[in-house]
């Protein structure tokens, strides 16, 4: 089995070096591949000398654009397992086992780390809890399943799934509307304690005010996928065919 480690990076010169350490160390098996999504700083010299592949965005297109980057990468060259872990250190490599035994014990396409499924001592700021919890009440009533950490951006993916998200991922908000696609396309999903690492920086990047902006977007965002048709990617296709069902 082929695994690979996608990390998303913008200007993260201070911490990507060290998130790839820590994955080889963890988990020696999984290939990394440290996405510089446009960077100003030295973002992929400090990830190469690390030991990761580096794929260079020319500008930034935000974490959905490298993402998909990312899971292109895994489905070109034949992974079967890809694993999102963010380049500021908010995510713990010694989770991947975690993920990797869900997905394997439920047999599952898209595995999560959630910070909310059991008492771990995190606690979010006020504007981002209230819309984690919106966002989980929502999307849980829509999926038909408890989801408790709907922008959690830990995840495990399998063959299919990478292959879905190679062909088309989210790129405005693609934590939630991820799983809202992983649902329209019959895919199988389920949430996995973990306990987060605290941010290097010791601060969210996102003050209240944005996280109230942020949380009326993605709301809009589901609202519109509950409408919108998604391709379905059929094995061995290099462009989707529409799907018959919505979200």
């Not at 160390?25 to 010299?45: C, H, I, L, N, W």
Request: glycine share 8%; proline share 6%.
């Amino acid at each position: 089995m082929k695994a690979l480690a996608i990390v998303p990076a913008y200007n993260e010169e201070r911490n990507v070096g060290s998130v790839v350490d820590a994955i080889r160390a963890q988990e020696p098996g999984f290939d990394v591949v440290v996405v510089d999504d446009g960077s100003t700083d030295a973002t992929a010299g400090e990830a190469r000398a690390a030991g990761a592949h580096v794929l260079v965005h020319p500008f930034n297109l935000g974490i959905g654009g490298a993402m998909q980057s990312g899971y292109r990468h895994a489905y070109e060259y034949g992974y079967d397992r890809a694993v999102q872990v963010d380049a500021d250190g908010q995510h713990d490599p010694a989770e991947i086992a975690a993920l990797m035994s869900a997905m394997e014990e439920h047999r599952v396409d898209m595995a999560w780390g959630s910070r909310f499924l059991a008492q771990n001592g995190y606690r979010a700021p006020f504007a981002r809890r209230f819309g984690i919890r919106l966002f989980s009440i929502v999307l849980s009533a829509i999926c038909r399943q408890r989801i408790t950490d709907p922008t959690s951006g830990f995840r495990l993916c399998n063959r299919r799934a990478i292959e879905l998200f190679a062909h088309d991922y989210p790129h405005d908000y693609p934590e939630v509307e991820g799983i809202l696609m992983i649902h329209a396309h019959s895919l199988e999903a389920r949430e996995v304690p973990v306990a987060p690492l605290v941010h290097p920086d010791g601060r969210s990047s996102i003050t209240s005010g944005e996280s109230i902006y942020y949380m009326v977007k993605v709301l809009l965002a589901i609202l519109v996928g509950l409408f919108r048709r998604r391709p379905v990617v059929e094995p061995g296709l290099e462009a989707p065919v529409v799907a018959e069902r919505g979200i």
